[in-house]
């Protein structure tokens, strides 16, 4: 209480959870027995909070949300610190705004290695690539499994068709292996599982 | 021309232009309410930075409701405002006015042609790049692929058999498909693809072609 | 990436720039009205050696940072444009903070042919009313990107 006037507390453990680029802001609820809670989010990037460090930016999905985590994804479109605050909503009350306790920089989001799918069509290697999104790219490895082979390394970016990667000989057996690459941040993930295929037709 | 009483008019509405490979049309709509009325209308352009609205030569006292603007926008690395006002009679319209637009960021690039040729277990693809829009057929063709250098293709083959796809990325103009099922339908298609602000692509019209029967089993029969 | 001659940004996606101005371009283009004046003129873009480069993108980015940016937020009242500016103005400090042109004297001229060029862009900007000049930078950024695109290599 302040002076008597019941004060809604401002949300705390403001965390960020982001997995190939898709960045998820989280924190804990605040405590009213009786009436929903909502929740308003903000941010500014480094530019702001350098030039004009009394702008915030209203995030795109929560402004406001009645849920605990916020999809700041659209809001993140640089590779700079961002920081974030939140705050609560009950009624005509408003809580203060509590702050990340570290700027978020999107390139600290984890890269998981990249679902594939390998196909030989007659004698042609085509893989499907999971599609996380436009920032990424994917750098296919393959080779002739054979002794002393020699890796070949394809870049190429998802979309809803497989995509063709190499014409092979017949009857030999190829393995592959992906990594998602994102320019954006200079980093890619680690390997997929390699997956082996045996393309049609009698030996050469 | 006779003055006209300016605003006498509705002004002609959603006002654009549509353009493909530098081809730069305006469009416009009628003015709303004025169904059965001989209306004519006149274009002016105005390239940004310069100083005057000019008049275009080919638009003046017309009744179609399309302009093309293509000699007069053909600087691609110019922004074009462009204007439109209806006349009847001794009445005439407000201008309407586009908003600015910008012909090398705007334009949409259409496909290019497709040539296949079918071996026995292989298709070749040869990509003839679209063509910029040319002010006289005997003018020296200018393709879009000198004016976007790293324009690329994305081709798209299915295979009408297993019913199945995929596609390839590719800058040059041909792609050699080797080791393909004999005969066997395949059809094709393709977009151009540009990078920088988004775009609406075109894809080129499916063409099918079937790979030859394969000469062993022919020899057998 | 980004080469400007023999600057290298990397980092920064270009297509994330087009999408932030093509998202408010009509907004913004729609507010000036003095279309007989263009600031990135033919003078100022057309023509620049790869030398040049580096040092020309450095002053229009900082002027964007420092100037445009900064000034014209608080004419700012939708909510989208205000996205968008965020999202071109962090990756101009990306872009910035990693080129380093050349201090060499024997670049001085290339330096200083580079800033002849911003000075006219400059003067033009001084020359109109701020209000207006203002709206009419932000409007051009589409000129901006598309010459920097030509030194994007994918």
Known sequence: LTGGVAVLPAPQNLTVLSINMKHLLMWNPVAQPREPVLYSVEYQGEYESLYMSHIWIPSSRCSPTNSLECDVTDDITATVPYNFRVRALLGSQTSAWSTLERPFNRNSTVLMAPRMEVTEHGLHLVVKLEDPGPQFEFLVVYWRREPGATEHVKVVKSRDTPVHIETMEPGAMYCVKAQAWVKAIGRHSTFSQTQCVEMQGEPL | AVPCVSGGLPKPTNITFLSINMKNVLHWNPPEGLRGVEVTYTVQYFIYGQKQWLGASECRSISRTYCDLSAETSDYEHQYYAKVKAIWETKCSEWAETRRFYPFLETQVGPPKVALTAGEKSISIVLTAPKKWQRHPNDDTVSMQQIYSSLKYNVFLYNTKSRRMWSQCIANSTLELSWLEPNTLYCVHVESFVPGPPRLTLPSQKQCISTLEDQMSALKV | ?154
């Open chain 3, 1 to 154: 990436e980004f080469r400007f001659g023999p600057c290298r940004v990397e980092g920064v996606v270009l297509s994330e720039l087009w999408e932030a101005f093509w998202a408010v371009k009509n907004t913004l283009q729609t507010q000036d009205n003095i279309t007989s004046v263009q600031l990135l003129k033919p003078q100022v873009l057309q023509d620049v050696s790869d030398a040049e480069s580096c040092y020309l993108v450095h002053s229009l980015l900082k002027f964007y940072l420092n100037t445009v940016f900064k000034n014209y937020h608080n004419k700012i009242a939708k909510v989208k444009i205000l996205k968008s500016f965020s999202s071109l103005a962090n990756n101009f400090i990306v872009i910035v903070s990693k080129l380093q042109p050349s201090k060499e004297k024997d670049m001085l001229s290339i330096s200083e042919r580079a800033h002849r060029r911003f000075l006219l862009f400059r003067r033009t900007f001084k020359q109109m009313g701020t209000e207006a000049a203002l709206v009419k930078a932000v409007g051009e950024v589409d000129i901006l990107l598309t010459w920097m695109q030509k030194f994007y290599q994918l």
